[in-house]
């Protein structure tokens, strides 16, 4: 189980004091939802226009970690809605990182959840059951892999082998 989640941290911070460690993807993110910092350790998803394993993902307990989903930087569908946020928000997920898009963004602005995407589009996913989990994911210039630890905030997005402090 994952350390009890506290936001009191910044980016920028850690780059400094852990910069031969951590690596920060290259994306300019759009961040969506109220919590505007959260961390905890990566669940990885790789998808491409279907959302049935971010579904999958957001079903199971997620205690305090960050989904990271690979969603291949698809401009076309939507990887998250709020339907999946709060179904994310009730089984104790921090936060997500999509590389892609969601929907509803609008409602998910009002939900204490946090979410750094490329952007938003109201087209859905289809739903083909197609994708990987649990593997390492890379975008932006970063590798994501199962376990370590995110962090996101307004300036960003790092990723480290282990907890930061």
């Known amino acids: 189980m994952a350390p009890p989640m506290t936001n009191d941290f ?21 961040h969506v939802g109220q ?10 998803v790789k998808v491409y226009e279907d959302n049935s394993l971010v579904r999958e993902a957001f079903g199971q307990r997620g205690e305090g970690r960050v989904l990271v989903i ?60 197609e994708g990987q989990k649990g593997i390492a994911v890379e975008f932006g210039g970063a590798r994501f892999e199962p376990g370590h630890w995110v962090y996101a905030d307004a300036d960003g997005v790092l990723v480290a082998p282990q907890v930061l402090t």
Do not use: E
């Not at 910044?10 to 759009?30: E, F, G």
């Open 70 to 129: 690979d969603g291949g930087g698809s401009m076309r569908r939507a990887l998250i809605g709020d339907r999946l946020v709060q179904l994310a928000i009730d089984n104790g997920w921090a936060g997500a990182l999509v590389y892609g898009c969601i929907r509803d963004r609008a409602v998910i602005d009002g939900m204490d959840f946090g979410i750094h995407c490329l952007g938003t589009t109201p087209c859905k996913t289809q739903k083909r059951g």
């Open 10 to 30: 910044a980016t920028a911070d850690l780059y400094d004091d852990h910069a031969a460690t951590v690596q920060s993807p290259q994306i300019q993110w759009v």
């Open 35 to 44: 919590r505007a910092s959260f961390h905890g350790p990566a669940f990885t």
